[in-house]
Structure formats: C-alpha cells, structure tokens
C-alpha cells in the first residue's frame, strides 16, 4: 500500500534578512603593507590613514573587539608602504590608545567623545621598529613596538 504524496518542490529565492548568509570578515593582522626592509631602532614616521577593524579578542574567549588600526609611513619612505600599529578605544590607564594620542601631540578625547580621522591624520610620532619572524620564521618583517612623541 502507498501512500500519495505531492511532488517535491524547490524552494524560491530567499527574500530581506533571510537572504543573508553572514558576514565577510578581513583576516587577522595583515594590515601592513610596507615592502622596504628597517633596521631595528627609532625612525621618524607619519600617520597616513586611520581604520576601525573587529577581530577576534584573543584574551577574552574569541569575543568580538573593536580596534583602531593606525597606519604609518616612515617619514621620506612613503612609497614603501604602511606600517601598522593597534588599540582599542578604551581610555583605561593599561590602554595604548591614549599614549598614541599623547605620541601624536594630540589631546585624548574625552568619554563618549568621537575620534575624527581629520584630528589625527598627517601627525608625526617617532615609530620603535623592532623586526620580528614570521610565523614559518623563514623571514623577518618590521613591526611597530611603540610610538615616542617627535
């Protein structure tokens, strides 16, 4: 004995939020685009782009966090490409954001004040360049360790 059935039908395009099968996400790190080779030690650079990345928190069980990329170039070796350094944006006394204000002779914003690209952007710090190993530690890449003021 057979039971009658209605043919199966394929389901029709999925429409608004439902259409949406998540989020495209940049990878972690990659930021830095430079492509010269830096000798460890202090040279002058300048903050040519300011950037908002959410990426894994690492500390906190891979929770989202939100971070301020900060992208220099040396000073005269602009062609070279973009160094990276990161914060959050947490004023708390062990965050690096605001020394990076500091760095860059600008005022720490207040609480709940916006940070505006057009403040930060063409300031001068002093970049401490120490090359650290890939991970296949087959080659070495100049990395941002700290900013001292200009």
Known sequence: MSIPTEPATLPGKPAGADDVVG???????????????QKNGVVPGVLVEMKHKTSANPF???EPRDQIVWLFAIKGREAE??????TSYSLHEKSKFPPTCEALGKPV???GEG???SAFIGAECQLLIKNEAAKGKTKTF?????????
């Not at 100049?142 to 200009?150: I, W």
């Open 60 to 62: 906190n069980n891979g």
């Open 81 to 86: 490409g973009l160094l990276a350094w990161y």
């Open 23 to 37: 989020t495209a996400k940049a990878s972690a790190g990659g930021d830095s685009t430079f492509t010269g080779t």
């Open 142 to 150: 100049p990395k941002v360790k700290e900013l001292l003021s200009a």
């Open 115 to 117: 940070i505006k690209k």
């Open 109 to 111: 914003p207040d609480d």
